[in-house]
Structures are given as C-alpha cells and as structure tokens.
Nanobody, 130 residues
Framework: QVQLVESGGGSVQAGGSLRLSCAASGYTYNSHCMGWFLQAPGKEREGVASIDTDGKTTYADSVKGRFTISRDNAKNTLYLQMNSLKPEDTAMYYC????????????????????????WGQGTQVTVSS
C-alpha cells in the first residue's frame, strides 16, 4: 500500500523559510518520479517542483531561485526547501509520486502536470503573512 505523508508546514512571515518533508512507504521509492504541488482555496492544483529518479529537477517559474526540491533515496523521503516565502505561496502543499520517469522530461516545456502522478499525500498547510 503506497503511503505519502507530508510534514513541515506552518505559518511564517514573508521572507521566511520552511522545509517540507514527504515520507514515502509501500513502494520502490527510488523508481518513482516525485513532485510537489500546491492548491490555494478556490484554485486548481498546480505543480511546484519535480525530481526524477536520477535527480534531475524542474520548477515552476514562480518558485525558481527560491525553492529547492531534493530526495533522499536511503530514507525514502522527499524535501522542499522554501526560502524567501511570499504571501502568494500560501496554499496546501502536496507531494506526489509517479511510477517510472517524469513525463516532463519528454516535453520541450517541462511543466509539472498533476494528472501525470499516481499517488498523493494528504497535504500540509503553508501560510505566509505579509
């Protein structure tokens, strides 16, 4: 049974930092493309960052230079380091997994699409105040 459990969310002021974690179990973690997504109230879920099985990464333009995705295959854990947080980063953050390689590597524009991921966590709330 695949399980993804996020942690590390919270409330911070603009300019602050948070580190999200996603603990994975129930599958071969290092064989899966992993991603972070956010969903603000009343809006669709959107991709934030993704990392492939070989460590290659891609980011949404809105977080480039501020967020860093990483994975520790020995610990079956995915991370999202978020720096220089802005009020518009406020959302529920989800981690997700996809069996095999990341589909964005096949596209000219490596956008991160929620419908390409098979497994999802329950989310962790991030609130950034101005």
């Amino acid at each position: 049974q695949v399980q993804l459990v996020e942690s590390g969310g919270g409330s911070v002021q603009a300019g602050g930092s948070l580190r999200l974690s996603c603990a994975a179990s129930g599958y071969t973690y290092n064989s899966h493309c992993m991603g972070w997504f956010l969903q603000a109230p009343g809006k669709e879920r959107e991709g934030v960052a993704s990392i492939d099985t070989d460590g290659k990464t891609t980011y949404a333009d809105s977080v480039k230079g501020r967020f860093t995705i990483s994975r520790d295959n020995a610990k079956n854990t995915l991370y999202l380091q978020m720096n220089s947080l802005k009020p518009e980063d406020t959302a529920m953050y989800y981690c997700a997994a996809r069996w095999g390689g990341c589909r964005w590597r096949l596209r000219k524009t490596p956008d991160i699409r929620p419908d390409e991921y098979n497994y999802w966590g329950q989310g962790t709330q991030v609130t950034v105040s101005s």
